[in-house]
């Protein structure tokens, strides 16, 4: 496009159309995800006779939401809260239906596309790859974060080594951080975030934790001996096809990218494709969100870290895995409605640190067995690993309690990091002392 004419008087005319062309092809005025989500909705609902669940069920189904709470459609029951992602084209039709069911419902996203630019334009003008000076308080892309851990690799040898247990479906390393002062025969401690793509206050936890380790060795006798005593796997994100799916094309995508050729559809939820009552209730034989997958560890990344937990079993001591959203500390059993041997030690561990966490900011975790304080599901990361012989074992689900969902907005990761960071302490603390 030639932007002067052949007269100065033309061409004088001409800029300003010329300058508005090119400030609408800067990356900063196209629309995120393709303008994807624009007028799409984000409606709670809880129903208050199963009746009323059965219909809702059934206009979900037929609508094809995308459900944010719970997990799985066949979760939804009397009294379940029920956040639900309807595109634009049938939201009309839902919010007809629940108004003529007299359903009460409540709109928490009025237009999604809106509600993530916002949130994405808060940070655009800062410069989020300088890795000497690395916002914590910034949502970061998988390169961006896989960078942040080959450059504290170089600069902290002293505390930190990093490392590959594998590869994606993708293609992509699975990358650990191995945190903690150099010794022979130390107790481990496994921390992973990012198992569900969408969640993404996840690994911006997971980063929290190694800049506070790092930060604070020197001056907080608690995280020095954490890290004198005990070694931190650090998995800032398991899902790498998937996070990096959800920065690229859809940003509520949940499951891994593999393909399947028998539902032409991909993806496997990783957190229900552990060799623990693999495919029972709370997971799906078909290609949804909670899909099992073809068979238990079908998933390389599934298969990598339950190998190398394999391997180390005799060491780790802890797994803890971070997910969102709903603001609770849960532990052992998903599967089954049953009472885990060492109950008091990992009850009395749950009840200090979710009374940790609310010292900060006062927000509320419940905590308890999985099945009985969220729901039942079978296949999850943190049954296997207690089935694994690995005694404290816990999932944590953060910030917030649906206003913001997955979108919890930047101003929210340091709260949300600092309150946790207290819970993680305090989790650590308890192994440290004598506890069967």
């Not at 552990?274 to 099992?292: F, I, L």
């Not at 819970?423 to 308890?430: L, P, R, W």
Request: charged share 20%.
């Amino acid at each position: 496009m030639k932007c002067l004419g052949k007269r100065r008087g033309q061409a004088a005319a001409f800029l300003p159309l010329c300058w508005l062309f090119l400030k609408i092809l800067q990356p900063g005025h196209s629309h995120l995800y393709n303008n994807r989500y624009a007028g799409d909705k984000v409606v709670r609902f809880i129903p208050k006779t199963e009746e009323e669940a059965y219909a809702l069920k059934k206009i979900s189904h037929q609508l094809k939401v995308d459900l944010w709470q719970p997990s799985s459609i066949s979760y939804v029951s009397e009294g379940t809260v029920t956040d639900v992602h309807i595109p634009q084209n049938g939201s009309r039709a839902l919010l007809a239906f629940l108004q003529e069911a007299n359903i009460q419902y409540k709109v928490l996203i009025d237009d999604l596309q809106k509600t993530l630019e916002k949130g994405r334009s808060s940070h655009t003008q800062r410069n989020r790859r300088s890795l000497s000076g690395y916002n914590y308080e910034v949502y970061h892309s998988l390169e961006e974060i896989q960078n942040w851990m080959h450059h504290l690799n170089k600069t902290h040898s002293g505390l930190i080594h990093m490392f590959s247990i594998g590869r994606s479906y993708e293609g992509r390393s699975l990358f650990i951080l191995k945190l903690g002062r150099r010794s022979r025969l130390k107790r481990a401690v496994w921390i992973d975030c990012g198992i569900h793509a969408r969640e993404w206050i996840g690994p911006a936890f997971c980063q929290w934790f190694v800049k506070e380790a790092l930060l604070t060795y020197n001056s907080d006798p608690a995280m020095r001996k954490m890290l004198n005593h005990l070694y931190f796997y650090i998995m800032p994100v398991f899902n790498v096809d998937g996070y990096h799916f959800s920065w690229t094309n859809d940003r509520f995508w949940r499951k891994t990218r593999s393909r399947n050729s028998k539902f032409r559809c991909r993806g496997v939820d990783a957190n229900r494709n552990w060799k623990v009552k693999w495919c029972d209730e709370g997971a799906s034989m078909y290609c949804d969100d909670t899909y099992c997958g073809p068979f238990p560890e079908s998933e390389p990344e599934v298969k990598a870290v339950a190998n190398f937990l394999r391997k180390h079993r005799k060491h780790i001591r802890a797994y803890l895995s971070f997910h969102a959203y709903a603001q609770m500390l849960l532990y052992p059993y998903s599967y089954k409605y049953a009472t885990i041997p060492n109950f008091s030690c990992v009850e009395s561990a749950a009840y200090k640190a979710v009374n940790a966490l609310q010292s900060v900011y006062g927000v509320r975790y419940r905590y308890g067995p999985a099945s009985t304080t969220l729901y039942v599901s079978s296949g999850s990361s943190m049954d296997w690993a207690y089935k694994n012989g690995i005694p404290y074992a816990f999932a944590f689900e953060l910030r917030d309690t649906g206003y913001f969902g997955f979108l919890l907005p930047e101003m929210l990761i340091k709260p949300t990091c600092t309150e946790t960071m207290l819970a993680v302490k305090n989790i650590t603390m308890h192994l440290l002392k004598k506890c069967p």
